[in-house]
């Protein structure tokens, strides 16, 4: 059992709430039972280290069997550990760590996609997380991150995505006008989600979600600058009826995506 919180080891851990830690080893930090029953399930071969604190392991035992169906050795370590390694305050228990695993562009339109989410300087992590569980849950064949957005393997995300990081293709450090050229070559309209934009409910009523898509979200403060719309196909804004002065863009994108889910399979 790994008991002391300043070893090499456990900093070494901790490290990789760290962008720079990141992109020098390839790995990334998992934390908590959601997300690390959801790699055990769906992409085992890329957890590097499991740790866990003896009581969560026998409260989690589907955990514990799932590791061991993969041949990964759970390494138990104090509480006082598992707090230094976690980017959290309250760690539940888990933590793993991971290989990153980004999908090529290439190989994301290759597929013949008919949903994507791109997101063009979507700062926030927890929208940037959220918004990949919403294309998940809505059936979407892929997220793309800008090389203007957020690390897909910043911790913040990760926890936003409750899993969903490891059910879909995502590309990372994209531009978008090779996102724009590679959408538009398979078949792919762009619509722009912006608050400047046609009204959604009209875009629906007129068959527009019928097509494949992929859709463009923009900064949370900023939205998406002129240039960027301009390579889009159309803009489509979420209405407003009640007396909100704006609408969170994780929940914006969620509505959008599921628009064209809806529409896809009407």
């Known amino acids: 059992m790994l008991e002391n919180p300043r070893s090499p080891r456990v900093r070494a851990v901790a490290k990789l709430a760290k962008k720079p830690a990141r992109v020098d080893s390839g790995l990334f930090l998992l934390e908590g039972p959601q997300a690390v029953a959801e790699a055990l399930t769906f992409k085992p071969e890329l957890v590097v280290d499991l740790f866990a604190t003896p009581t969560a392991l026998e409260r989690y035992d589907d955990i514990a069997q799932a590791a061991e169906d993969a041949d990964i050795e759970v390494e138990y370590v104090t509480e006082q550990v598992l707090e230094a390694m976690s980017d959290t305050v309250t760690p539940q228990g888990f933590i793993a760590v991971c290989r990153q695993f980004p999908t090529s562009v290439k190989d994301i339109f290759a597929s013949e996609p008919r949903l994507i989410a791109i997101l063009e300087e979507v700062r926030d992590p927890g929208n940037a997380g959220t918004i990949v569980r919403a294309a998940d849950a809505a059936g979407a064949d892929a997220v793309i991150f800008t090389g203007r957005s957020v690390d897909l393997y ?18 990372v450090d994209v531009e978008f006008e090779d996102v724009r050229d590679r959408a538009r070559a398979a078949g792919l309209q762009i619509l722009a989600a912006d608050i400047k934009g046609d009204d959604l409910l009209a875009a629906r009523n007129e068959g527009l979600l019928d097509a494949p898509t992929a859709w463009l979200f923009g ?48």
């Open 154 to 171: 910043n911790p913040k995300v990760v926890r936003s995505s409750t899993g969903s990081i490891f059910h879909l293709p995502i590309a």
């Open 219 to 266: 900064n949370e403060a900023r939205g998406l600058p002129d240039d960027k719309l301009a390579l889009a196909d159309r803009a489509v804004s979420v209405p407003i009826y009640g007396s909100a002065e704006s609408m969170n863009l994780a929940t914006a994108a969620s509505v959008c995506l599921y628009e064209s889910a809806f529409a896809h399979r009407s």
